[in-house]
């Protein structure tokens, strides 16, 4: 069973930067959708960014041009690097590998493997 870690969440003020880190200790992310989604209190968990074979990208509108997704084969790490964070962007970041559904899915259910988390938090 693949079991995902996430790291690199903190607090930060607005217009800082933070790249989180997804590793795996087992099945290699080569050729795995692998995707970030993140939780604020109340909110249900919403889409971020993905990542596909060979290296096609996809944001969701309210990260696009702000944050970029990438991964290490080697490493086996998926990265998300946050630039020009706002204080919406607070909330517990999560990395998941894509399993069923459309190669562009956006949706959480289509998603498993869900590490602990990491929290953002962005201070004004």
């Known amino acids: 069973q693949v079991q995902l870690v996430e790291s690199g969440g903190g607090l930060v003020q607005a217009g800082a930067s933070l790249r989180l880190s997804c590793t795996t200790s087992g099945r290699t992310f080569t050729l795995l959708s692998m995707g970030w989604f993140r939780q604020s209190p109340g909110k249900n968990r919403e889409f971020v960014a993905s990542i596909m074979w060979p290296g096609r990208t996809l944001y969701s509108d309210s990260v696009k041009g702000r944050f970029t997704i990438s991964r290490d084969s080697a490493k086996n790490a998926v990265y998300l690097e946050m630039n020009t964070l706002r204080v919406e962007d607070t909330a517990i970041y999560y990395c998941?590998?894509?399993?069923?559904?459309?190669?562009?899915?956006?949706?959480?259910?289509?998603?498993?493997?869900w590490g602990q988390g990491t929290q953002v938090t962005v201070s004004s």
């Open positions: 998941g590998r894509r399993v069923r559904g459309d190669l562009y899915s956006q949706r959480e259910a289509d998603f498993d493997s």
